[in-house]
């Protein structure tokens, strides 16, 4: 057999290097997908079974057996999927995914640790970072991993009222008195939406006219 010349030798392995990067970037595609698909149905109204969110966790490097605290985070960075994978990087066992690129989202699962209030100090640790970057809702602790969705949805509502600018000055959104608001509108949203317009809505109208 002839051994290939230098010029050859350059050629196979740019090819090699090639398909291997090439192979890389199919793998990093796959992985963003299953990250995508999680959490688009972690925040469906039909979430998957307890099991099926502690199976798919794991396989994305995440243990959700114990639940977790959940964050959403508005980021101002052009590159937010740079930042959902710098978070999971620099933080173990953290999920992080960009769900809207173009609208700078950023949903986080902060797995349990062995106290509930030592999930929420890595919670706030995780949040800290993200707020370098833009504003953070975080929810609070959910120890089973059937609710995750609804930690999800909590967060969400802590940055969009943080978002809006509508918490009384001197207020602490993580009291009780919020934190038991948020999780009752995640957990029961249409029925929060329905006691409003039965109620409130009707005397915001009336002041507003």
Same mark, same amino acid.
């Given at each position: 057999?002839?051994?290939?010349? /230098?010029?050859?030798?350059?050629?196979?392995?740019?090819?090699?290097?090639?398909?291997?990067?090439?192979? @890389?970037?199919?793998?990093?595609?796959? $992985? +963003?997908?299953?990250?995508?698909?999680?959490?688009?149905? %972690?925040?469906?109204?039909?979430?998957?079974?307890?099991?099926?969110? #502690?199976?798919?966790?794991?396989?994305? /490097?995440?243990?959700?057996?114990?639940?977790? #605290?959940?964050?959403?985070?508005?980021?101002?960075?052009?590159?937010? &999927?740079?930042? =959902?994978? &710098?978070?999971? /990087?620099?933080?173990?066992?953290?999920?992080?995914?960009? !769900?809207?690129?173009?609208?700078? +989202? !950023?949903?986080?699962?902060?797995?349990? =640790?062995? @106290?509930?209030? =030592?999930?929420? =100090?890595?919670?706030?640790?995780?949040?800290?970072?993200?707020?370098?970057?833009?504003?953070?809702?975080?929810?609070?602790?959910?120890?089973?991993?059937?609710?995750?969705?609804?930690? !999800?949805?909590?967060?969400? !509502?802590? %940055?969009?009222?943080?978002? +809006?600018? $509508?918490?009384?000055?001197?207020?602490?959104?993580?009291?009780?008195?919020? &934190?038991?608001?948020? &999780?009752?509108?995640?957990?029961?949203?249409? $029925?929060?939406?329905?006691?409003?317009?039965?109620? #409130?809505?009707?005397?915001?109208?009336?002041?507003?006219?």
């Amino acid at each position: 057999a002839v051994a290939p010349d /230098g010029g050859e030798f350059l050629q196979i392995a740019a090819l090699a290097a090639l398909a291997e990067a090439a192979d @890389e970037g199919a793998r990093a595609e796959a $992985e +963003r997908t299953v990250r995508d698909q999680f959490f688009e149905e %972690l925040r469906s109204r039909r979430p998957p079974s307890a099991d099926e969110v #502690v199976r798919r966790g794991a396989r994305l /490097g995440c243990d959700l057996r114990r639940g977790a #605290v959940a964050l959403c985070a508005e980021l101002t960075t052009e590159r937010p &999927r740079h930042m =959902a994978v &710098r978070v999971s /990087g620099e933080h173990e066992g953290v999920l992080a995914h960009c !769900l809207d690129p173009a609208g700078g +989202r !950023l949903y986080a699962l902060v797995p349990a =640790a062995a @106290e509930p209030e =030592a999930t929420v =100090a890595a919670a706030q640790r995780v949040a800290a970072d993200l707020r370098r970057q833009g504003i953070v809702g975080v929810s609070s602790f959910y120890g089973e991993p059937g609710e995750l969705g609804r930690a !999800l949805g909590e967060a969400e !509502l802590v %940055l969009d009222v943080v978002r +809006r600018g $509508e918490v009384p000055v001197g207020e602490d959104l993580g009291s009780g008195a919020y &934190r038991l608001l948020f &999780r009752v509108f995640a957990s029961h949203p249409d $029925e929060v939406r329905s006691f409003y317009e039965d109620t #409130v809505a009707p005397l915001v109208r009336y002041d507003e006219s």
